[in-house]
């Protein structure tokens, strides 16, 4: 583990739509590119929220790479499609998609923050072959490879379920439910904004903070966050790992992350071994590319200068 310092922030540059980006389902997916010299660098957001979560990475890397965001299936101005293709595999193969359209010869890294780690990790095990060629670097945000249910409470519970074999009979309930339950006047509520501090941020956040994020998080309609939910328990890329480990990886945990604890990052980071760089944030939770950019941006352009040729950045340097 390595201690990084603070960046100076940028202005980001405007950003250009890409036109015709569609998943191998035909769902439009919403792509846009900010500048035009340097490696491409691909941003993935996590479930609930939309591209604009970026924001001061997008601003610190200005200049120092052509950066393309995305919105998730279901997510910001993205299409949806079927029920049946709310899974993290399937953002994996949108990924596929995206990076054929925007960067067919360039060299590109990765970068994803929770699910959108995940949809990195689906990636390589749908295109191993593209790691080490197209693929040059991987930037891991408070993501999991797997077993997200299996400490606490909650791992409890689903644990439980799962074992009395009640487990399917519930997640279809919630699918059943999800249409309706949209439809009532839940949004906005204190006990949502509870629950977003609580999951998202530690106890020093604003409560301009926590509300954004809450109004960002309840524009997902229930019936996708109810699909992609069902994927999330499920998933299980811990086998897919090694492909990484052709490439840079610097993998992020934040120390008080109570939806992707530290501990996955510190697995992550063993199972790829030595080409992986492990951050640990102190005093940060989930939403930590927000509340600790300057430590996130740092090492960020940390593996884009090192991975790019001609980069002046080396590890240990």
Same mark, same amino acid.
Request: hydrophobic share 45%; aromatic share 4%.
């Given at each position: 583990?390595?201690?990084?310092?603070?960046?100076?922030?940028?202005?980001?540059?405007?950003?250009?739509?890409?036109?015709?980006?569609?998943?191998?389902?035909?769902?439009?997916?919403?792509?846009?590119?900010?500048?035009?010299?340097?490696?491409?660098?691909?941003?993935?957001?996590?479930?609930?929220?939309?591209?604009?979560?970026?924001?001061?990475?997008?601003?610190?890397?200005?200049?120092?790479?052509?950066?393309?965001?995305?919105?998730?299936?279901?997510?910001?101005?993205?299409?949806?499609?079927?029920?049946?293709?709310?899974?993290?595999?399937?953002?994996?193969?949108?990924? +596929?998609? %995206?990076? /054929? =359209?925007?960067?067919? !010869?360039?060299?590109?890294? @990765?970068?994803?923050?929770?699910?959108? &780690?995940? *949809?990195?990790?689906?990636?390589?095990?749908?295109?191993?072959?593209?790691?080490?060629?197209?693929?040059?670097?991987?930037?891991?945000?408070?993501?999991?490879?797997?077993?997200?249910?299996?400490?606490?409470?909650?791992?409890?519970?689903?644990?439980?379920?799962?074992?009395?074999?009640?487990?399917?009979?519930?997640?279809?309930?919630?699918?059943?439910?999800?249409?309706?339950?949209?439809?009532?006047?839940?949004?906005?509520?204190?006990?949502?904004?509870?629950?977003?501090?609580?999951?998202?941020?530690?106890?020093?956040?604003?409560? +301009?903070? %926590?509300? /954004? =994020?809450?109004?960002? !998080?309840?524009?997902?309609? @229930?019936?996708?966050?109810?699909?992609? &939910?069902? *994927?999330?328990?499920?998933?299980?890329?811990?086998?897919?790992?090694?492909?990484?480990?052709?490439?840079?990886?610097?993998?992020?945990?934040?120390?008080?992350?109570?939806?992707?604890?530290?501990?996955?990052?510190?697995?992550?980071?063993?199972?790829?071994?030595?080409?992986?760089?492990?951050?640990?944030?102190?005093?940060?939770?989930?939403?930590?590319?927000?509340?600790?950019?300057?430590?996130?941006?740092?090492?960020?352009?940390?593996?884009?200068?090192?991975?790019?040729?001609?980069?002046?950045?080396?590890?240990?340097?």
């Amino acid at each position: 583990m390595e201690t990084i310092s603070s960046a100076p922030r940028r202005a980001g540059r405007r950003e250009r739509p890409v036109p015709g980006v569609v998943g191998d389902d035909g769902v439009p997916l919403d792509v846009t590119i900010r500048g035009t010299r340097g490696p491409t660098v691909i941003f993935c957001h996590g479930f609930t929220v939309d591209s604009h979560f970026w924001a001061p990475q997008i601003a610190a890397l200005d200049g120092h790479a052509r950066v393309v965001t995305w919105d998730q299936r279901g997510h910001g101005r993205s299409g949806w499609g079927e029920v049946a293709h709310g899974t993290v595999e399937q953002t994996g193969r949108d990924l +596929a998609a %995206v990076v /054929d =359209a925007v960067a067919p !010869s360039s060299p590109v890294v @990765l970068v994803g923050h929770s699910m959108g &780690g995940m *949809s990195i990790l689906a990636l390589a095990r749908l295109r191993p072959e593209w790691f080490g060629t197209r693929i040059v670097g991987a930037f891991l945000v408070a993501t999991s490879a797997g077993e997200l249910v299996r400490e606490g409470p909650l791992g409890i519970v689903h644990d439980v379920a799962r074992r009395l074999g009640v487990l399917p009979h519930i997640v279809a309930g919630a699918r059943m439910a999800a249409p309706v339950a949209d439809l009532l006047p839940w949004r906005a509520s204190w006990l949502g904004r509870w629950t977003i501090r609580r999951l998202l941020f530690t106890a020093e956040a604003s409560d +301009a903070e %926590v509300r /954004d =994020a809450q109004t960002v !998080s309840e524009r997902l309609p @229930l019936p996708v966050g109810q699909a992609f &939910g069902a *994927s999330l328990l499920a998933f299980d890329e811990s086998g897919t790992l090694p492909v990484l480990a052709r490439v840079p990886v610097v993998v992020v945990t934040a120390a008080q992350d109570r939806v992707t604890p530290a501990v996955h990052g510190r697995r992550i980071t063993d199972a790829i071994g030595p080409s992986a760089r492990l951050v640990e944030v102190e005093g940060a939770a989930h939403a930590v590319t927000v509340t600790h950019h300057a430590i996130v941006d740092t090492a960020l352009l940390e593996l884009v200068h090192e991975v790019h040729p001609g980069g002046v950045v080396r590890r240990g340097a």
